[in-house]
């Protein structure tokens, strides 16, 4: 019976992490180029939120 290939394994799993990676940075820079965060919807043009205190205007 053959051995199993422990190195292939573990390369795969760094090269599979080091994808994920580089994509989660290429993401975040286009994010950050169009002015979205992560955790922000699409901003909604020509919208401004109101200062504290103040009730928004219909």
Aim: hydrophobic share 25%; glycine share 6%.
């Amino acid at each position: 019976m053959a051995k199993p290939n422990y190195q292939y394994e573990k390369r795969a799993k760094e090269l599979a992490k080091k994808k994920k990676k580089e994509e989660k940075l290429r993401r975040k820079q286009d994010n950050a180029q169009r002015g979205v965060s992560d955790t922000d919807e699409a901003p909604v043009e020509g919208a401004v939120a109101p200062a504290a205190g103040e009730t928004p205007q219909p």
